[in-house]
């Protein structure tokens, strides 16, 4: 099998082709190929296929295997994919995710794609859809208890649901400890993302990012577009800013006049290859 491995600032996937062929048993590949130490390594799985809705369709696994509807950073890459491999000559795309199709528009440089600007949508806010169990129209600073510990959480789904908690010190926070905790609290029927920022100014907030399925990771593209609307529910940043993540920075505007969020970042080609799966299967299968 082919694949390509890309990131969005340290956001990193294997991505496959499948405009033609799809792959048997996604959920199984994605553990298989997402594997640091016997696999090719990446935060999971995402495949590109042909679409009668859109231009494409982006189809997501973790590393986990578990599906998920919406990856920003994800998103922008099959974007340069499509486009740096000739699968498309327009500069502007609509990509389904999800079940949910995102517009994007490309900047070219010398016939690559350098960054990617994705309209990813209106925040959803009501506990029911997020899914987090909760009373009232938005939670806001919603006391949560984690670990025997009281934490303020704002909840927010950007096609996927997302914890955001502010504190003053993101460096130092064992998040390997705190965040399957976030993750597989009774509150979140189907999980959580949970992102732990630092406000540094109106404009600029840091972050650490732990996602359901996948862990720690370097960059959350739909965290980063949840935390910058967080922020702004909570009277700590402008509109438009700058998140910091260990990988890289998003520029992310949650527009005024549409309610749509915006996220602009880089993506970037690793390297191409050539797996065969029932190797990877039995590399695994080692003891």
Known sequence: MKFTKMHGIGNDYVYMDCTKEEPENPEELARLVSDRHKGIGADGLILIKASEQADFEMAMYNADGSYGKMCGNGIRCVAKYVYDSGLTDKEELDILSGGAVKHLKLTVKNGRVEKVRVNMGEPILEPAKI????????????????????????????????????????????????????????????????????RIDSRHLKMRVWERGSGETMACGTGACAVAVAAVLNGLAEREVTVHLLGGSLEICWDEKDNCVYMTGPAATVFTGEFDPEELKAGLNQK
């Open 131 to 198: 899914p987090v169990i909760g009373k009232g129209e938005a939670l806001i600073r919603e006391p949560v208890v984690v670990d025997n510990q009281v934490w303020e959480m704002t909840c927010v789904s950007m096609g996927n649901p997302h914890a955001v908690v502010f504190i003053d010190d993101v460096d130092h926070l064992k998040i390997e400890e705190i965040g399957p905790k976030f993750e597989n609290h009774e509150r979140f029927p189907a999980r959580v993302n949970t992102e732990f920022v630092h």
